[in-house]
């Protein structure tokens, strides 16, 4: 079945260490996002990708980096520049330009030690 | 900067019943809006989308409408059932660019009870 996978389910962090949510899909899709949910708020932008080896900032881009080296792969590393990280992180990916709906993963719970 | 609100943090209803959830947002029509459904510890899955020049949207139970002089979307569940409850979220893209343009709402929380 075709999809998006996402690992770890759930991943802790300790004071100023760096961890990488995983994220792959093989829905053959062009362009690739992350979010963060915070309970309350709307789910925010946090980098995106339209082509392989090319990256945007969102609305929410401090502490975090992302790479694309992959069609298929998309991870985000939560720096220990990011002092709020714990959140439910979603990864999302969409066909690109014109794809009018997004198809989301199970989601990373992060929570900080 | 444009608004999105779902002005029901959480809405209970009985089953076999019509749920009614709105989505308002301010200023310019969107060029459409989206209604996704997502449950506890899930990503959310994309059910409807109407777009800027439609009125309504059928999707089996499911309703969407789209009023652009009260500058609100409303989303009926007919015949609710308890497999119904979850969160739904709404999400606007008010320049048809692309996913990376959507602005999401909060979502309101559906509970269908027995």
């Known amino acids: 079945d075709g999809g998006i996978t996402q690992s770890p389910k759930y991943l802790f962090r300790k004071e100023g260490q760096n961890v990488t949510l995983s994220c792959e899909q093989n829905?053959?899709?062009?362009?690739m996002y992350w979010y963060r949910q915070d309970p309350g708020q709307g789910l925010r932008l946090i980098y995106y990708s339209q082509i392989v080896n090319d990256f945007q900032k969102g609305d929410i881009a401090e502490g975090y980096s992302v790479s694309r080296e992959k069609k298929e792969s998309f991870p985000l590393t939560v720096t220990s520049a990011q002092k709020n990280p714990t959140a439910f992180y979603l990864c999302a990916s969409d066909r690109g330009q014109g794809a009018e709906k997004l198809f989301f993963g199970s989601g990373t719970q992060l929570s900080v030690l | 900067s444009q608004k999105i609100e779902q002005n029901s943090e959480a809405l209970n209803i009985q089953e076999g019943k019509t749920a009614t959830l709105t989505c308002n947002y301010t200023?310019?029509?969107?060029?459409?809006l989206q209604w996704y459904r997502q449950d506890p510890g899930r990503g959310p899955v994309f059910l409807l989308l109407i777009r800027e020049n439609e009125k309504e949207k059928r999707k089996e139970r499911l309703k969407v409408t789209f009023d652009t002089t009260l500058k609100q979307s409303l989303f009926h569940i007919t015949a609710s059932q308890p497999a119904d409850s979850a969160t739904y979220l709404c999400?606007?893209?008010?320049?048809?660019?692309?996913?990376?343009?959507?602005?999401f709402g909060k979502g309101t929380k559906l509970s269908v009870i027995p």
């Open positions: 829905l053959n899709h062009d362009a």
């Open positions: 200023n310019y029509s969107p060029a459409y």
């Open positions: 999400a606007l893209d008010y320049s048809g660019a692309g996913s990376y343009q959507l602005t």
